[in-house]
């Protein structure tokens, strides 16, 4: 028998409540809590009120209501859906493959192409849409070919559902591998032994138990899509009804010396991206967004 055996029980349990006790060092004291208090306060007045001023000031000064008959930012909200609607289209269409094969199919030079793929997270937008520029203009990489097939890409609507995608995609992708990567082998492997195809395997047992992130992958694509700017306006140019979107809106306003209508502009962009993380907690997809920014 051993001494912690040998011990009574309740000298035992009294040790464990000492153990559980915070010491000295572990003790917050009042001036202690109290900053921590503000540095949290501070920090939340430092990300909310920027974005709070901006949508008071659009909705008390009656810009909001008024943008919503302008003509020009219907414009651009129109065009905006449209275009991001389009891209996550692509997003999907190309991304899903991608993260399927990136979860389940380890290959020689993988870390590679999750590294091309993450990058546009990180680039400056408006290198994006030069690297853009270089490879799909009229001089770039691909232009001569693009040329001789009669497609001329950079400064037209494609090319704004180009750079909303290539700049958002990436969200997409790694919560999609995430959240395939999460499914358990086993419901595959039953399904499988079943006598299911691998396609079918994919529809009714990946598929539906990597939605969640999936879906949260989407929602996020969307909304960087949505808030694109710098490498759409560096390769699709900023032309109204034709590649103006609401953030290229925003700024055209600003420096034409309306500001309201810029205030305005910018205040729906606000509250679609809140509406959209809104959406993601509420409906329980951000543990999967967590699960993605983590992968």
Same mark, same amino acid.
Do not use: C, K
């Given at each position: 028998?051993?001494?912690?055996?040998?011990?009574?029980?309740?000298?035992?349990?009294?040790?464990?409540?000492?153990?559980?006790?915070?010491?000295?060092?572990?003790?917050?004291?009042?001036?202690?809590?109290? &900053? @921590? #208090?503000? =540095?949290? %306060? /501070? +920090?939340?007045?430092?990300?909310?009120? $920027?974005?709070?001023?901006?949508? *008071?000031? !659009?909705?008390?000064?009656?810009?909001?209501?008024?943008?919503?008959?302008?003509?020009?930012?219907?414009?651009?909200?129109?065009?905006?859906?449209?275009?991001?609607?389009?891209?996550?289209?692509?997003?999907?269409?190309?991304?899903?493959?991608?993260?399927?094969?990136?979860?389940?199919?380890?290959?020689?030079?993988?870390?590679?192409?999750?590294?091309?793929?993450?990058?546009?997270?990180?680039?400056?937008?408006?290198?994006? &849409? @030069? #690297?853009? =520029?270089? %490879? /799909? +203009?009229?001089?770039?990489?691909?232009? $001569?070919?693009?040329?001789?097939? *009669?497609? !001329?890409?950079?400064?037209?609507?494609?090319?704004?559902?180009?750079?909303?995608?290539?700049?958002?995609?990436?969200?997409?992708?790694?919560?999609?591998?995430?959240?395939?990567?999460?499914?358990?082998?086993?419901?595959?492997?039953?399904?499988?032994?079943?006598?299911?195809?691998?396609?079918?395997?994919?529809?009714?047992?990946?598929?539906?138990?990597?939605?969640?992130?999936?879906?949260?992958?989407?929602?996020?694509?969307?909304?960087?899509?949505?808030?694109?700017?710098?490498?759409?306006?560096?390769?699709?140019?900023?032309?109204?009804?034709?590649?103006?979107?609401?953030?290229?809106?925003?700024?055209?306003?600003?420096?034409?010396?309306?500001?309201?209508?810029?205030?305005?502009?910018?205040?729906?962009?606000?509250?679609?991206?809140?509406?959209?993380?809104?959406?993601?907690?509420?409906?329980?997809?951000?543990?999967?967004?967590?699960?993605?920014?983590?992968?």
């Amino acid at each position: 028998m051993t001494a912690d055996a040998s011990r009574p029980r309740a000298a035992q349990a009294t040790d464990a409540r000492e153990a559980r006790r915070p010491g000295p060092a572990g003790r917050a004291g009042p001036l202690g809590l109290l &900053g @921590l #208090a503000g =540095l949290i %306060a /501070l +920090g939340v007045v430092f990300l909310g009120l $920027p974005v709070v001023a901006l949508v *008071g000031r !659009a909705a008390l000064g009656g810009s909001l209501a008024a943008a919503l008959g302008s003509r020009a930012v219907l414009a651009a909200l129109g065009l905006s859906l449209l275009t991001t609607a389009i891209s996550l289209g692509l997003t999907a269409l190309f991304g899903l493959p991608l993260a399927w094969t990136l979860a389940r199919r380890p290959f020689r030079g993988a870390a590679l192409v999750e590294t091309v793929v993450d990058l546009p997270i990180v680039l400056p937008p408006s290198v994006a &849409g @030069l #690297a853009l =520029l270089l %490879a /799909l +203009g009229r001089s770039g990489v691909l232009g $001569p070919l693009l040329d001789s097939a *009669g497609l !001329a890409i950079p400064f037209t609507t494609a090319a704004v559902v180009l750079a909303q995608t290539f700049v958002a995609a990436p969200f997409f992708v790694r919560s999609a591998r995430t959240g395939i990567a999460a499914v358990e082998r086993d419901a595959e492997d039953a399904a499988r032994a079943d006598g299911a195809s691998e396609f079918r395997v994919f529809r009714h047992i990946t598929l539906p138990l990597a939605a969640p992130a999936l879906a949260a992958g989407l929602v996020m694509s969307w909304a960087r899509s949505l808030g694109e700017f710098g490498a759409t306006i560096m390769f699709a140019g900023n032309f109204g009804g034709r590649t103006q979107t609401l953030p290229l809106l925003v700024y055209a306003e600003f420096e034409g010396g309306s500001l309201d209508a810029s205030i305005a502009a910018g205040a729906i962009l606000v509250l679609a991206a809140f509406g959209v993380l809104l959406a993601v907690r509420v409906l329980h997809w951000g543990r999967a967004l967590d699960e993605r920014v983590a992968g």
